[in-house]
């Protein structure tokens, strides 16, 4: 045995634990990225169900000013929002009855806001509250305007994610 050939053994005998270092390496880096692809895809599916639920509440808010622009006779508004309107306490914009610690609770939303069914919505259905905050007048023309405040709440598509949408309206008087 000359000495190339001891050399070339001590050599190949290191092939193996050197080809499992790299795939050791190899497997922990694939671990890595697809721990971050998970993450991606959850980042991902969470801002569309944001956005969702952001579409579905505006297309709520703007149907409730389209009903609110089409009737003619808008009643006057209660405390407990049993005509259908709440008045806030206090004048102008004064933190409404019901906002404290009901504005998260669904039960309080099924017994004391309005929902509407919109197409393709299969998920929760959305509720409202529309608060009558008062009238005014332009001053010139004399025209009046009931003032109101929409406060829309839709629930999201995942399990901890509702939106709660607010805007005030004013509907002229002719």
Do not use: C
Request: hydrophobic share 40%.
């Amino acid at each position: 045995m000359n000495g190339n050939e001891h050399v070339r053994r001590r050599v190949s005998g290191s092939v193996l634990p050197v080809a499992l270092l790299l795939l050791l390496l190899l497997t922990f880096m694939t671990i890595s990225s697809m721990d971050a692809l998970v993450l991606e895809e959850r980042m991902a599916g969470n801002l569309h169900d944001q956005q969702r639920t952001h579409e579905l509440a505006v297309a709520v808010l703007r149907e409730v000013r389209n009903q609110l622009d089409s009737e003619v006779f808008h009643p006057q508004g209660s405390k407990d929002g049993s005509t259908g309107l709440w008045v806030p306490e206090g004048l102008w914009g004064g933190d409404p009855a019901w906002v404290g610690d009901s504005i998260r609770d669904t039960q309080w939303w099924a017994a004391h806001g309005r929902t509407m069914s919109l197409p393709g919505v299969s998920n929760e259905v959305p509720g409202y509250v529309v608060e009558f905050l008062g009238t005014s007048d332009d001053g010139a023309s004399g025209t009046l305007s009931a003032i109101y405040r929409i406060t829309v709440r839709a629930p999201g598509y995942g399990e901890r994610s509702t939106l709660y949408l607010q805007t005030h309206h004013v509907v002229r008087q002719t």
